[in-house]
Structure formats: structure tokens, C-alpha cells
């Protein structure tokens, strides 16, 4: 797992031109969304081995998912931070994934880079 908190992609239902959300996803929106959808795995805390002092990290965060890019052999965090998902880093098959998320949540992906 990466540890990289840079996002480039979330999920929202933001006016990204007058940055206002009236309708923000909710947690147990987004927590039913994983738990009907085989290939999301719900987290909730990432675990890691501290370079310096090579001591186990757990941090702890409330709608961390997982989801596994078979394409890219490689697993992505879906992070739920105050009603909208971000990912670090995309490809078309994450997108693709993003998308059919968004379609659920009557949200959209937006490109945070842009």
C-alpha cells in the first residue's frame, strides 16, 4: 500500500465552479457502495513500517477502501474525507471504476489536477 496523500482524482457532487456542496456524499452512503460491490474492500485504518525506526504504523481512517487494479497489478485507496473520495494516481481502468461509482452516488469524477 502507498502512503502518498497527494490526490489527483475524487469523487464529488460539488459545484466545482462555485466550490460549494449542498448535497456532500455521506458515509453510509459510501460505506454501502463498498459492501455491495465485490470488488471494494472497506479498510478503515492502512498499516506500515515506519523507515527510521522500522516500527509497525497503523492510522486509523474511518471509509478507507481498497479496491485491486488487476490492469496495473497494483491496489488503490479510495479515501472518504469530508463527503467527497479521493484516489492518488489514475489510469483508464481506475477511471472507469471511479465512474461507475459516481453513477451510484449521483456524483461525478472530477480531475483535481486540472
Not at 485507496?77 to 473520495?85: A, C, D, P, V, Y
Request: charged share 30%; with cysteine.
Amino acid at each position: 500500500m502507498r502512503f502518498n496523500m497527494s490526490y489527483n482524482l475524487c469523487i464529488t457532487r460539488m459545484n466545482v465552479e462555485t466550490d460549494v456542496d449542498i448535497n456532500p456524499i455521506t458515509l453510509e452512503e459510501w460505506i454501502n457502495i463498498v459492501n455491495n460491490d465485490n470488488e471494494l474492500k472497506l479498510l478503515n485504518s492502512i498499516e506500515g513500517i515506519n523507515p527510521i525506526t522500522r516500527t509497525k504504523i497503523i492510522i486509523k481512517e474511518e471509509g478507507l477502501a481498497s479496491w485491486r487494479n488487476c490492469k496495473e497489478d497494483c491496489t488503490v485507496e479510495f479515501h472518504f474525507k469530508q463527503g467527497q473520495i479521493f484516489v492518488d494516481g489514475y489510469d483508464e481502468a481506475l477511471i472507469s471504476k471511479m465512474r461507475t461509482i459516481a453513477m451510484k452516488l449521483n456524483a461525478k469524477v472530477v480531475d483535481l489536477d486540472e
